[in-house]
């Protein structure tokens, strides 16, 4: 109970520390750290307008950080969240392109699932070079964002160019506008609030029922915790190591599709950059999870909060002139409490334990996530010295 | 010395609970110099409990400890290892990408400080392994290493650290009856020095020849203290377990059946590189138990892992029932009808961080029985642990306890529930009762019998000669990674198949 009740603070206790450091900067940056906050708040949900904008920037954090839980259970690092939402959006717009007159009722679906293959499929890649080339799946990861980007800007700026930025010279690189049958339908009338939310939402739910009420999750988990027990148990390790990469993917792959459909342009546009089209949403994801102790229930709030943070900087921005990238600052500053309080926590419980005896093992060595396990429902993943060797 | 009354270590009053059970209850425990002191008791008794509690692994609830006669704090194995307590752990604590000298050096000060002082450490492995009859290669990596050997090099690293206790707990549940014969010399030999140990065994012969003072703990108390000249191997399970158990299996009379496991010219490349399994041939037969002895190292890991699809073979052939699996996936020999109890429980056979619950339906988790139209049937799951658990007797507070938290023992018994749970064809069976106390070994050999008796053909690897010769009907002999004999289990005699196991064969 206790123990729990320490999980639960430790993460809380990060971010309050963060914001002291960004009351800091602002002070820094000459200005009242009070009224920066309360700027923040007001633009995160000083209004029913704010709070769907905040809700429409969680959106995509949520779905990111439900699929890294799903990869993280079965002790596989996902680190390409933008290449997946990237994949999801083109996949999920050459769709809309080619079939613009399918009805609403087909053709938004339609396109939501195919932004979730898009994700899969450039999870699944770095799934199988992991899990029979044995290439580490944090570099593939990474290096497919850098290539995504690319081919984004590639695609975007020559073959899916829309025709009037040819005609008129301006080069823009972005699509034609796409089927209104395809826009994701505004729930509240007046605000931003799309069909995305509740979907994400949903999401982040049948994530965490795959994971724990499912047999593919139970799988997915067994060769998280003990590679060698569910290999000799029958389960074929490096088929679910693929899944575990794949199906993370799909969720930030619909993260691109909802990004695409819910944008106000009705298009997918880039400005060249890195993040030009995700917002950094793929490396937001991973943040939000992290602190949401990487179960996908968590994330949702988790991700609420970080979408909060983004909308009320820019409130921040308007009202005291300080750069909005503030909250980018305060993003980073959270990370590094949460993954040290990690390690504070395991601490305290330490202590807790030894005086409650709830639990008590020979010294382990924790696997090589266990210290962003935090604030978790589940037990962090452990790893007993004794299966030390290769996963695959 | 020590004056006469003097203590080498005095437990006083110990009292742990856990959650759900209280593992220690006032347990007054004492080694003198210059003894051996056994702790007995059932899976979940207590005994590995108590043994953390002197090592600094856990911190007591109540009680206090007395070492050389003055109290004493322990609140690390830092601590305890500075106090010279040594302890060979009931499962292995050895990192296994290190190599053997590494792992024996581990946490020790080098000479050459910051630097490693491998070769020395390894030169004194050498003569350590040579004066007791140990022998490890220093420079090899703990993963390749059988069980037999890696329980070798624990007991080397306990000796390394020149322990004036030593605490063994479990030490020769992978032993041969060979090794334990010369680890029961180097223990005694230790023992006359005038140091102190405290021993663990679930083997009842074991206990009776090496122990001077017996200590039995049921539900985690003191039920009583003998001397083996008091005392019997039965009256001992008595005390032990409440009842009358039954030590020698009784299996009734069967007629062989057809093959159901067919091995053919079987070779297989070890981990080191060298064949382990040379152009092996065996047949397993409906109705049969086949005990396969021999000292570890000399290939049953290797060919155990090649039945259960988790090592390529090089050449030759396995059938289940006729139909060749020699390359199928783990998955499909399962359905084929392979049942399959690793040596290494906590590494290949039961997932740490599950629950009870979960380990029990790892294998069958996607059947219908267990999972409707994609989603799990918690109710059903959680019925059949139930089932399980009291059917077998897993000692755990519930089946939605983390399985790492159970003892040693009670691990075993969920595994052995849920390899038997399916029944089975063939049943490949490497050391099933291994540290399973002797109520349920008797239970477990009585599941074994029933199998064999439906006809499941089993292949019964391990190296309790006594459990290989009261099951099989008969027994191959595999030394260097041949069968180097099959007899008849009604023929076969302790000593002969002891000296076929370490090679020498009269022709
Ligand atoms: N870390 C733990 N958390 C919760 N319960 C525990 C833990 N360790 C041991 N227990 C419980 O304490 C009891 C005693 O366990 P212990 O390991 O001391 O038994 P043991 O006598 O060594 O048995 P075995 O012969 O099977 O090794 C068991 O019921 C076990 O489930
Ligand atoms: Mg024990």
Redesign the interface.
Known sequence: MLKKLVGASVPLLAAVTAFFFGAIMLVALGANPFEGFQAMLEGAFGSGERIATTAVRATPLILVGAGISIAFRARVINIGGESQIIAGALLSTVLALNAPDLPAILLVPLVLATGAVGGFLAGAVPGLLKAHAHVNEILSTIMLNLIMVQFMNYLLGGPLIDPLQTSAGTFIPQTERLSDNAALPTLVSGTRLHLGVPVAVLAAVAAF?LLW???LG??L??VG??A?????????VKRHITYALAISGSFGGLAGSILVFGSEGQRMVTDGSAAGFTGSAGFNGIVAALFGGLHPLWTIPSAFLFGALLTGAVQLQRVLQVPASLAVTINGIVVLFVISSAKLRGYIEGRIA?RV???????DDPGPLADVAIGSLD?P??N??????GVV | MSTESQKLVEMRGITKRYPGVVANEDVTFDVEYGEVHTLLGENGAGKSTLMKILFGLTPADEGEVLLRGEPISISSPADAIDARIGMVHQHFMLVQPLTVAENVALGLRSGRRPFTDLDVVSKRIHELSEAHGLAVDPSTEVWRLSVGERQRVEILKALYRDAELLVLDEPTAVLTPQEVDDLFVILRHMVDDGRGLIFISHKLHEVMSLSDRITVLRNGRVVGSTTPAESTRESLAEMMVGREVLLTPRKPVLAAGRPRLSIRDLSITGDRGAVSVDNLSVEVHAGEILGVAGVSGNGQRELAEAIAGLRPVDAGTIQIDGTDITRATTASRREAGLAYVPEERMRDGAIGEFTVSENLVLVNHGSSEFAKRGLFSHAAIRKHSEDKVNEYGVKTPTVDTPTSSLSGGNIQKVIMARELGVKPGILLACQPTRGVDIGSAEYIHRRLIEQRSEGAGTLLISEDLDEVLGLADRIAVMFEGRIVAIVDAADAKREAIGLMMAGVLDD
């Open positions: 029922v009420k499912t047999p139970f799988r988990r067994a915790h003990n060698d027990a569910a290999k000799a148990a029958g389960i074929n030894d005896t709830e639990s008590e093992e020979p010294p037990d993943i452990q007993p010295i004794d299966s030390s060797d």
